[in-house]
């Protein structure tokens, strides 16, 4: 069988697994994950395994570095939000032991 240059050269463009692509894009493979999780590279999943393609992460990276960046790629920061509450506002603290009612003799 005969391996068209269409074929070949799909083969040479894919990079599989967070390792490979971190290692083209220069990052660490944790950070690429998390890249890939916020959708900030164009990335996608075959099974379990992470796919992309070098043309379209070199084109991410050139609009980025031409100063285009696209602006769904440009998030807010966003403040951290506690779900607790301050710790005078949480029942049974800062008060101190709660009274205790003696037995009746």
């Known amino acids: 069988m ?8 799909l083969a040479n463009d894919i990079l599989r ?3 490979a ?3 083209f894009i220069g ?4 950070r690429t994950r998390y890249l890939a999780e ?3 590279i164009p990335v996608g999943k075959e099974g379990g395994i992470l796919i992309a393609s070098k043309r379209r992460l070199r ?12 602006a769904a790629q440009q998030y807010p920061p966003h403040p951290h939000i506690s779900r607790r509450r301050p710790a005078n506002m949480r029942p049974g603290r800062g008060q ?7 037995p009746a003799v």
């Not at 068209?4 to 050269?9: G, I, M, N, Q, R």
């Not at 101190?96 to 003696?102: H, K, L, M, N, Y």
């Open 59 to 70: 084109e991410r990276y050139e609009r980025l570095t031409g100063g285009q960046a696209e």
């Open 21 to 23: 692509i971190a290692d």
């Open 38 to 40: 916020r959708a900030v």
């Open 2 to 9: 005969e391996v068209t240059t269409d074929e070949s050269s």
């Open 17 to 19: 697994g967070a390792k």
């Open 27 to 30: 990052e660490t493979e944790k």
């Open 96 to 102: 101190g032991r709660p009274e205790t009612v003696e």
